[in-house]
């Protein structure tokens, strides 16, 4: 559990693992060079229950401090959960059970919900190519996931330890994208088994970051990519990237950033009308382009938050 400056919050995250049905886990809590009273709740809730450990790091990112708790745990499998997350009982039942069931998988995840600022809940979209059972395991991850909302969140997916360190657990000195980036190179080398229930809590922040102008995470993409080019579905999922980067662009006003985006999705996914629309977005006069974006999001959002629970995963 990365702590950084998560007072209270991080109460209610280490609290949702102690009601786990599951007794037998070991939880540390790595704070982040935190400068609120987050690392001494946790260190309260320590005191009284031998199953958790905190450690301090000077700040250096989530990165680090995930990487930090994958050294000194334990367990050979390791699961992640951020500080203003929460698990939903039974989620390290169902991620132990996929371990069970599908022993080829050495990543095992569940679906989430999303929580938004005024305490409104959905389920995460998912878009399987055919209607699936609740555990399943999937050989198809890229095809899947460029057509949803991220399928793997990281406070809602285990993986076995070994693995994770052969790739040297999560990259560092990324700001956003660093799991997405994790789950890929897994994605490469294992199939991953999930449960379509949703056993985690996602809590949005609503805080929009500025792109990385750098986009290491995209150029890692496209590497990852060179190196496995027949991968199904990671044409479309490295162009879901550059769309989502290309409307973030867009928001700050930068034109010719969400432009370089924009062409670069419709290059890797020229059929798709997402591609295309941003394409035609991003060379519309700013003022129009943002009121329509606007427009678009507010009612795909009301559109989402309305839609029956089980509507979101199919």
């Not at 070991?26 to 809730?45: F, K």
């Not at 330890?161 to 700001?175: D, K, Q």
């Not at 199939?191 to 949005?204: C, G, N, S």
Request: glycine share 4%; proline share 7%.
């Amino acid at each position: 559990m990365p702590l950084y400056n998560k007072a209270g919050l991080v109460q209610e995250a280490i609290a949702s693992v102690q009601m786990q049905q599951t007794p037998d886990w070991e939880l540390l809590v790595v704070d982040d060079g935190s400068t609120d009273a987050g690392p001494m709740q946790a260190r309260e809730a320590a005191a009284s229950d031998p199953r958790i450990r905190v450690l301090h790091q000077v700040n250096q990112g989530v990165s680090v401090a995930r990487n930090a708790g994958l050294r000194q745990a334990r367990a050979v499998v390791v699961a992640f959960l951020d500080a203003d997350d929460l698990w939903r009982p039974g989620f390290l039942s169902a991620v132990l059970a996929l371990r069970e069931l599908y022993p080829t998988a050495r990543w095992w995840a569940t679906s989430y919900m999303l929580q938004f600022a005024d305490a409104a809940t959905r389920v995460a979209m998912l878009h399987t190519h055919a209607r699936t059972a609740t555990q399943s395991l999937w050989s198809d991850y890229f095809l899947v996931a460029a057509r949803s909302e991220p399928p793997v969140c990281s406070s809602a997916v285990a993986v076995d330890r070994e693995v994770l360190l052969s790739l040297n657990g999560f990259p560092t000195g990324i700001a956003s994208g660093e799991d997405l980036l994790t789950w890929a190179k897994l994605a490469l080398a294992y199939p991953l088994a999930y449960d379509r229930r949703p056993f985690a809590v996602f809590r949005v922040s609503g805080i929009e970051r500025r792109p990385d102008p750098d986009d290491s995470v995209g150029r890692a993409f496209a590497s990852l990519h060179h190196d496995h080019p027949g991968t199904p579905g990671f044409a479309a999922y490295r162009a879901a990237w550059h769309r989502m980067r290309s409307a973030m662009w867009l928001r700050f006003n930068e034109s010719k950033a969400a432009r370089i985006d924009a062409d670069m999705a419709l290059r890797l996914a020229p059929w798709n009308p997402r591609s295309a629309y941003l394409w035609l977005l991003c060379r519309l006069p700013p003022v129009v382009s943002r009121r329509l974006d606007t427009w678009i999001r507010s009612a795909r959002a009301r559109m989402m938050r309305t839609r029956p629970p089980n509507a979101s995963s199919e």
